[in-house]
């Protein structure tokens, strides 16, 4: 922190001739800031500057921070000022004279300023190079030009500018027009005005107001110009403002100079369609009648008409009716109201949306004996698009036209206009699409042909106002009404179906399309072809896509003359993937590729996905290298979907490998997804301990309930129940709301460690949690009961399953078939088999044998001999522990000869070898029948059998002792006697 002793080392250093690197003139030029020495801090800038050394953002930062303190700016104005600065700077590096600027100018010191821009002007914009100006410094320029009304030079500056190349921003040409404006220069405020329009940039209305209030100027009011000025707001799409409108007539009322044409043409040009706010219409309004109150005889009434126009224009009804009050008073001083002020008194009433001041306008007009024509009619009609509350006026018109008699030369055609004007008017509102649908309905109930473009108005206005049925009615009506549709037409009603999911109608106007001799082009297409995606209507977007591909009028990416291309490829594809018909998606991005359509990193991404759901990880990683060979970078995206696919074959090496290769390294951030899928392929892999550090290594809270349950899925396999619970624990404490999944997996770890107790507590809070339990978390909990001694509570359980309508599985019943074994409840044995029928689950020798088990061990011997033969009638083969129940069942029962016919049987059969039990069972079975010889054959060939048990066993014993080396008994007492003794 010692600033001042790093500056002398600095100039001790460069006193020497030695010459400094960049990083030690950006430590001086920090030291020179932090002791408030700008000075200083500008020399430095310079010398760095001049040694060739490129200064960063870090050097200008300290350089700015060097004209903060106080007197900074005088300092800086004479720094920039000096000959030695100007020198030194050159023109390479403007920043000091630009930050000088930018100082000055948030200190209002505009002379000096422009000082400093003079003084740099041929470093900023040098003759015959680019310029080292930034626009924010010259619109500073410009400034300062204004401020001081120096308005040639800023003319001159912003010519000086665009000669240079350098563009001017509209603060720029405003800041011009505006110093133009100030000094009277109209007419070169005008050419600024109309250059920044070449240009494409778009004055704002302070600088219009501006204008005006020069235009209207006590000295030298210019009424002509205003107008123009007025007339130019339109090119801009700007509002005429109240003060614009004040501004522009006090041009034509100076004292002296007054011009009530031209004040007469300015509201005119007011009203004729200008967007104006509620204030600027009542301020052109009240000019409007004080001009007609100064306006002298003999003119009145052709100044009264104009006027009254305006106010119509305006929708001003009570504006209209004093105006018409003053010029031509009931006394008859100003002589009868004219048939055209009549019609525009209509027009005003229209305007303003009054229905029943209509009624009494058109009231009057007949009374003074002027009957309304179609022309009347034509012009209200047309004041309706002026109106702000249409809807009113729209019936009151329709039904005077109707039912008045007034009218007397209107014809059901003539009614025509009026209905389109209604309805057009009513659509162009703001929420006005309902009131047009009525008007529009009132018309075709009364057979009135409108033409296609009202329809279109009201089909623009539904879909605007996001009333995608509404849209979709009106285009049906066009076609039974005789208004033919047009393209435009019918692909906006596309687009309304395809925001409706209406398939069925997006495939009828496109039909209907076709029908009125359209051609559809690539996005009519593409529409049906994205509601066909979004319905998953795989039928229908194949259909969609083929007529699209062999319609010869369209020219798509591939070959063969057809129209499809990649958008319309890659809506297939999503109707392909949304119906799940996985097995179509390789072959359509095949034909992509053969076709030379690209394809993109998406479609790949469907391939994988299709691959990774038939187990085929080989084919979705040779996908993923398609993807590279074409240029494409996969994404977090695809590089799921291929871990995924690598997940589920329990490989988590190479899953662990392609996280690493393919993820981290592209530097792409994990998200939960890929988490979740790398735990799930730890724990198909049999390593909970890795998916348990890859759940840690995620951020703190980012975990989903997806990562949890994989997690727990791998301690459920491996049997880490109290690391499950620890899990569940943790998922309780980030508000996580378990699935039944969850629990599953926790009671089937509890249930796999034995920890039988904590399962059934899980179980019973799933239930408090309003978690509804699965078919594998009943099977979990239920023998989990009935391996902890808990019966009742396991067929209550059951109960409970099948009032809920858990379909159960055939694991379930093979884990309640080993209870009831265990148990010899011989009753569960027996409900198993009509519960397993009503499931349709098929019944297994296991769950045979659990049964037979289950009747020997309640008493039951003949019952287990029914079971067996159910058994063979259900078309199974009996194993060896099925014969081995069959036969005690015999010996319970006493059925000697039955027992020898299923030895017998037994024994015939090559892939059942007989349990010991069994043989004795046998032996025992003979001796009671008297075939003792039987049971002597038997004895005999278990001894045989024994002595090659034996025999092998010595062999073993003989192989291992020479693969030691040397003889295996050598040096031992006994010999070969011993030998023998030991190998019996």
């Not at 950006?26 to 800031?33: M, P, V």
């Not at 052109?284 to 119509?312: K, N």
């Not at 010899?824 to 397993?836: E, H, K, T, Y």
Request: hydrophobic letters at 45%.
């Amino acid at each position: 922190g010692k600033w001042g002793r790093a500056l002398e080392v600095f100039a001790a250093m460069t006193g020497q001739g030695l010459r400094p690197d960049r990083r030690t003139y950006a430590n001086a030029i920090q030291a020179a800031a932090r002791t408030q020495d700008p000075e200083r801090a500008a020399l430095v800038y310079a010398a760095m500057v001049a040694a060739g050394h490129a200064p960063d953002e870090y050097c200008r930062g300290h350089l700015a921070l060097a004209w903060q303190g106080a007197g900074a700016a005088d300092k800086l104005v004479a720094f920039c000022l000096s000959a030695d600065a100007h020198a030194a700077l050159d023109a390479r590096d403007p920043f000091v004279f630009a930050k000088a600027m930018h100082v000055l100018a948030g200190k209002k010191y505009w002379r000096d300023l422009l000082k400093v821009f003079e003084r740099c002007r041929g470093a900023l914009l040098p003759v015959g190079g680019p310029p080292r100006l930034g626009t924010i410094e010259a619109n500073l320029a410009l400034k300062a030009h204004a401020k001081l009304g120096q308005w040639r030079e800023a003319a001159a500056l912003v010519t000086a500018l665009r000669e240079a190349g350098l563009e001017v921003d509209l603060v720029g040409y405003n800041t011009a027009i505006h110093a133009a404006g100030r000094a009277g220069e109209l007419y070169e405020a005008l050419s600024l005005l109309e250059e920044a329009d070449e240009v494409g940039l778009r004055p704002d209305a302070r600088t219009f107001t501006a204008l005006l209030a020069a235009a209207a100027r006590p000295a030298a009011p210019a009424p002509r110009l205003a107008l123009r000025i007025l007339a130019l707001l339109g090119r801009f799409h700007l509002r005429a403002t109240a003060e614009m409108v004040d501004l522009a007539l006090r041009a034509c009322r100076q004292p002296g100079r007054e011009d009530r044409a031209a004040a007469l043409e300015i509201l005119e040009e007011l009203a004729a369609g200008k967007e104006m706010g509620e204030k600027a219409v009542g301020a052109t309004a009240a000019q409007a009648r004080l001009l007609l109150e100064e306006h002298p005889q003999p003119a009145a009434d052709a100044a009264a008409e104009r006027v009254l126009a305006v106010l119509a224009a305006l929708g001003r009804a009570a504006d209209a009716e004093a105006v018409a009050a003053t010029a031509w008073p009931s006394d008859g001083a100003g002589g009868p109201l004219p048939r055209t002020a009549h019609q525009l008194l209509i027009g005003a009433h229209v305007g303003a949306g009054d229905a029943e001041g209509l009624r009494q306008s058109l009231k009057r007009m007949v009374e003074a004996g002027h009957n309304p024509t179609s022309e009347t009619l034509a012009a209200a009609a047309a004041a309706l698009g002026r109106a702000r509350r249409p809807y009113p006026v729209a019936e009151a018109l329709i039904d005077l036209a109707s039912n008045s008699g007034h009218f007397v030369d209107l014809d059901q055609a003539g009614r025509v206009p009026l209905y389109e004007a209604a309805v057009g008017a009513c659509a162009r509102r703001p929420g006005g699409v309902s009131e047009a649908w009525l008007l529009l309905c009132a018309a075709m109930r009364e057979d009135i042909l409108v033409g296609e473009p009202t329809y279109a108005a009201v089909l623009r206005a539904a879909w605007r106002g996001g009333q995608h049925a509404l849209a979709l009615s009106v285009l049906g009506q066009m076609r039974e009404h005789y208004a033919t549709p047009t393209a435009a037409d019918y692909r906006l009603g596309l687009k309304a179906a395809a925001a409706a999911g209406d398939l069925a109608k997006a495939r009828a106007s496109l039909d209907m399309m076709e029908a009125d001799g359209l051609a559809p082009d690539a996005r009519t297409y593409r529409a049906v072809l994205k509601i066909a995606a979004r319905q998953r209507d795989a039928p229908m977007a194949l259909e969609v896509f083929r007529r699209m591909d062999t319609d010869a009028r369209l020219g798509g990416e591939g070959g063969g003359g057809g129209g499809a291309d990649g958008p319309a490829y890659h809506h297939l594809l999503g109707a392909l993937a949304g119906a799940k018909r996985w097995a179509d998606i390789p072959a359509v991005v095949r034909e992509m590729k053969n076709r030379g359509v690209p394809v993109l990193e998406e479609e790949y991404g469907l391939v994988m996905q299709v691959w990774a759901k038939k187990g085929r990880w080989q084919d979705a990683l040779a996908a993923m290298n398609e993807l590279k060979a074409a240029g494409l970078e996969p994404t977090l995206k695809t590089c799921n979907v291929a871990l995924d696919a690598i997940s589920h074959t329990g490989q988590w090496k190479l899953a662990e490998a392609y996280y690493k290769k393919e993820i981290l390294r592209r530097g792409l951030k994990p998200d939960e997804v890929t988490y979740g899928t790398l735990i799930y392929a730890y724990a198909e892999g049999g390593q909970p301990q890795k998916a348990l550090d890859a759940l840690a290594e995620m951020r703190p809270g980012a975990a989903s309930l997806t990562c949890y349950n994989n997690a727990l899925h791998a301690c459920k396999e491996a049997g880490w129940w109290e690391q499950a619970v620890g899990l569940f624990d943790e998922m309780e404490k980030r508000k996580l709301q378990p699935s039944s999944y969850t629990y599953s997996a926790l009671i089937s770890a509890c249930e796999k460690a034995e920890a039988y107790g904590k399962a059934v507590e899980l179980f019973f809070k799933m239930q408090n949690a309003n978690v509804e339990g699965d078919e594998r978390t009943y099977n979990a909990v239920i023998s989990a009961c009935f391996k902890a001694g808990m019966p009742e509570l396991a067929n209550k359980l059951l109960e409970e399953m099948r009032e809920k309508g858990v379909p159960p599985s055939l694991q379930l019943f093979t884990t309640v078939a080993a209870a009831a074994a265990r148990t010899g409840n011989v009753p569960l044995a027996r409900q198993l088999f009509p519960s397993m029928e009503e499931a349709g689950v098929a019944p297994t020798v296991q769950i045979f044998t659990a049964a037979m088990t289950a009747c020997l061990r309640g008493g039951e011997p003949r019952r287990a001999l029914k079971f067996f033969e159910k058994l063979g009638l259900a078309g199974l083969k009996p194993n060896k522990v099925s014969y081995a129940e069959a036969l005690k069942a015999c010996q319970a029962e006493q059925q000697w000869g039955r027992l020898v016919e299923l030895f017998e049987e037994m024994v015939s059969r090559p892939d059942v070898e007989p349990e010991p039990h069994s043989v004795r069972t046998a032996m025992l079975a003979y001796n009671r029948l008297g075939q003792f010889y039987k049971t002597l054959m038997i004895a005999e060939a278990l001894k045989a059998e024994e002595a090659k048990k034996q025999r092998r066993v010595a062999a073993a014993a003989t192989t291992a002792g020479s693969s030691e080396g040397g003889a295996p008994f050598e040096g031992r007492e006994g010999g070969a006697a011993e030998e023998e003794e030991e190998g019996q």
